[in-house]
């Protein structure tokens, strides 16, 4: 091996632990529901399903940035 390559070869190897730490995922948000309807209410869930829309149109996406409990 020759001398150049093997310090391109090292100065990769340091770099890799910050490449990784760069990478993060995104930070979940956590926004509790409290509904008076039961889980298999029509009206219920489609009130729920106006809400996700909401936070849609607002650039949260569940299960990416935000986490409805």
Do not use: K
Request: glycine share 10%; hydrophobic share 45%.
């Amino acid at each position: 091996m020759r001398r150049r390559e093997f310090i391109t070869l090292l100065g990769g190897a340091a770099t890799w632990p910050l490449a990784a730490r760069v990478q993060q995922r995104e930070r979940v948000r956590c926004i509790g529901v409290l509904m008076n309807y039961a889980s298999d209410d029509a009206e219920g869930q489609a009130r729920l399903a106006a809400f996700h829309q909401g936070l849609q149109q607002l650039g949260w996406t569940v299960g990416r940035n935000v986490q409805i409990d």
